[in-house]
């Protein structure tokens, strides 16, 4: 059974820092996705990564993927309170169907 | 983004009620998800589809019952609500190869007395 674990579940950090969110999953994928969710929001899709070793910037949040230890990461450089948000992965069994993490709150505080 | 429209977006009702929630789509998208969303648990899939008429369970289907006559339109319908099934649920659209992602939908707020 595939399953997907994110940590932390709950960040709070201040504005100009660094820091990053990680997601492990336990059987091998080929695809992996993050998705962000503000409060009272839909979820709205952030990267896809397809291969491992795959790297996606936007901003002032970049992703990878290493397919060999199972692991993303979410990386936050200088954060701003725009980013306060909920952070989720999702892994893709090989068919249609995704996986999902707890999430991230992340809360950026002023 | 795919333009995907959930209905209600807000519903209360009470136990032992049916429910049925509507989700559409505009870009004939082939694989529709429906998802519940509780605090704690991320998203659980609740069914899917993968065609008109063709639909399968996900991990927490019970209770729950689906039906997809058109491409645009897969109905959830919960058969005798139970207060277990207050949540928030996620209509989620995706098509063409199988690693592009999933598109969700504004969601309804559904809660159970």
């Known amino acids: 059974e595939l399953k997907v674990e994110q940590n932390p579940l709950f960040l709070s950090m201040q504005e100009g820092k660094n820091y990053t969110i990680y997601c492990n999953y336990s059987?091998?994928?080929?695809?992996l996705y993050w998705y962000r969710q503000d409060p009272g929001k839909s979820l709205e899709s952030l990267f896809v990564?397809?291969?491992n070793g795959a790297v996606k910037q936007e901003g002032r949040l970049m992703a990878s993927l290493d397919t060999k230890a199972r692991l993303s990461t979410l990386h936050i450089t200088a954060a701003v309170h725009d980013l306060s948000a909920t952070y989720f992965c999702?892994?893709?069994?090989?068919?249609?169907?995704?996986?999902w993490g707890a999430g991230t709150k992340l809360i950026i505080k002023p | 983004d795919a333009g995907i429209t959930q209905s209600p977006r807000h519903k209360v009702t009470e136990t032992g009620t049916p429910v049925t929630l509507r989700c559409h789509q505009t870009e004939n998208h082939r694989y529709m998800y429906w998802y519940r969303q509780d605090p704690g648990h991320g998203l659980r899939l609740i069914h899917y589809?993968?065609?008109?008429?063709?639909?399968d369970k996900g991990e927490v289907s019970d209770g729950y019952s689906v039906s997809r006559s058109k491409t645009e339109d897969f109905l959830l319908t919960l058969e005798s609500a139970t207060s277990s099934q207050t949540s928030v649920y996620f209509c989620?659209?995706?098509?063409?190869?199988?690693?592009?992602?999933?598109?969700f939908g504004p969601g309804t707020r559904l809660t159970v007395l």
């Open positions: 059987t091998t994928s080929d695809r």
């Open positions: 989620a659209t995706q098509g063409g190869p199988s690693y592009n992602e999933q598109f």
């Open positions: 990564l397809l291969s």
């Open positions: 999702a892994v893709g069994p090989g068919n249609y169907q995704l996986i």
């Open positions: 589809s993968y065609g008109v008429k063709d639909t």
